[in-house]
């Protein structure tokens, strides 16, 4: 089965930092109201490490959780141990949105048609990183930069990416 057309949704610093200490290393606000619009009435699929951060599902959107030794979550909420797996589990009319942490990038990167990536614009020390796209398989379509707000910490810039249609 074919699983096109999954959306990455990513954070990272300009150095490559996606997360320290299981947590978001930054204060956003803008971002996060961002996020908020982007994912809504979408399926969200994040690894454990990211749904603990979370600690709760969020509202308007189906979470799956990929974990290869499970863990609990809230009801309403499934886990799966394999990517392949996820598909078929997504609700008619939700998009699968990629929301972390390092390992899910990974792993579900090949079944990713497009990258909404906020670039934080600063060097942010940390212990997850994400790799930058391969240019050979990946084009940027457009760029949108952000001001600082009053409750974030920097200014970011939101990149939308598309896979090339010949990778």
């Known amino acids: ?5 999954w959306t990455l949704v990513v954070a990272v610093a300009q150095n490559g930092t996606i997360g320290r200490n299981g947590d978001l290393p930054w204060r ?3 971002d996060l109201k961002r996020f908020k ?13 990211t749904y603990e951060s979370i600690g709760r599902p969020l509202p308007g959107r189906q979470t799956i959780v990929l974990s290869r030794r499970g863990c609990d979550v809230a009801e309403g909420i499934r886990v799966v141990g394999n990517i392949d797996e996820v598909q078929d589990l997504v609700e008619d009319g939700r998009q699968v ?3 972390g942490g390092a390992q899910v990038y990974r792993s579900a ?10 670039r934080v ?5 940390g212990d ?6 391969p240019s050979n398989e990946w084009c940027l379509e457009s760029t949108e ?3 600082e707000g009053p409750t974030d910490e920097f200014p970011t810039q939101l990149e939308v990416w598309r896979r090339r249609a010949d990778s």
């Not at 619009?37 to 490490?49: A, E, P, Q, V, W």
């Not at 990167?109 to 906020?118: Q, S, V």
């Not at 614009?121 to 020390?125: C, D, P, T």
Request: glycine share 6%; aromatic share 6%; charged share 15%.
């Open 128 to 133: 997850a990183t994400f790799a930058p796209l």
């Open 109 to 118: 990167l090949k079944n990713c048609t497009r990258a909404w990536i906020t």
């Open 145 to 147: 930069g952000f001001p």
């Open 1 to 5: 089965m074919q699983q096109a057309n």
């Open 28 to 30: 956003l606000s803008s």
């Open 97 to 99: 949105m990629v929301v």
């Open 121 to 125: 614009l600063a060097e942010i020390e």
């Open 37 to 49: 619009k982007m994912t809504m009435g979408h399926c969200l699929l994040m690894g454990r490490k």
